[in-house]
């Protein structure tokens, strides 16, 4: 997002400060509200997204791309009849997931600071 640049403003009545105030607010405001619309889930947290196969029973290691160890994942896509977990405890270079199910997975997850 750009900065903004106020309209020069040169003396007058409180009025006029007055209605040149409530001009401003509401452009901002309506320019904020705009930009906040427009702000994807990534743009909000700091993470990284993984896709990825998991066979039955399969662990699989994942590079971490955070600066961090994550604390919280959520997988916004999942196709085939498993289960997805943590797997071993993650640290700053990987992260884990199990598939426990008895059938092959393909999972979309979103790692989370």
């Not at 007058?12 to 400060?17: E, K, T």
């Not at 452009?27 to 990284?48: C, H, T, W």
């Not at 896709?51 to 994942?62: M, R, S």
């Not at 196709?79 to 997975?105: C, E, Q, R």
Request: glycine fraction near 6%.
């Amino acid at each position: 997002m750009k900065t903004r640049e106020f309209k020069e403003f040169i003396g007058g009545s409180i009025d006029q400060v007055l209605k040149y105030l409530s001009v401003e607010m509401v452009s901002i405001l309506r320019e904020l509200s705009l930009a906040l619309k427009s702000l994807s889930f990534g743009d909000n947290f700091e993470s990284f997204q993984a896709t990825l196969t998991l066979a039955a029973g399969e662990e699989a290691k994942i590079r971490n791309a955070l600066a961090t160890v994550p604390t919280k994942k959520i997988i916004v896509r999942h196709a085939g009849d498993s289960s997805i977990i943590d797997g071993a405890p993650w640290d700053i270079n990987f992260v884990t997931l199990k598939n426990t199910g008895a059938a092959a997975a393909t999972v979309t997850v979103i790692f989370m600071r």
